[in-house]
């Protein structure tokens, strides 16, 4: 799996955010079992309950598309902090996570931190 190919499908994705409210643009990308890349980015909304984030427009993508398992997800914005999956967002990939799935922090600076989803997110609800 090439990792940096994942982190610039993710980067390339955040430029297509839809943030009017936050400005804060977010991109993901999610490597299936299959070997497929699916791409998302943030939409927000003004009923802010209704926004979606980055990695579940990707992972809503991938199951359209028949794809039900994934093994890694880059999550990328434009800030010098390294960007993880909020905590919805956590627990919508576990439902589709495969053992040890990869979680690529990224930031502006080209760097990433690599984590599993289970390291991420120890008491989600679901066993892994």
């Avoid at 967002?89 to 589709?96: D, I, N």
Wanted: glycine share 8%.
């Amino acid at each position: 799996m090439d990792k940096e190919k994942l982190i610039a499908e993710a980067k390339k994705a955040s430029t297509a955010a839809y943030a009017p409210y936050s400005g804060f643009q977010v991109g993901a990308a999610i490597l299936t079992e299959r070997g497929k890349i699916y791409t998302g980015c943030n939409v927000e909304n003004i009923s802010y309950g209704a926004t979606i984030c980055a990695e579940r427009t990707a992972a809503v993508k991938a199951v359209s598309e028949g794809e039900k398992r994934f093994v890694a997800v880059a999550v990328y914005a434009d800030t010098e902090d390294f960007l993880y999956p909020c905590g919805i967002c956590g627990q919508f990939l576990t439902e589709f996570a495969a053992p040890d799935m990869k979680i690529y922090a990224c930031n502006n600076k080209g760097g990433f931190e690599e984590n599993t989803l289970k390291d991420v997110m120890p008491h989600a609800f679901k066993k892994f």
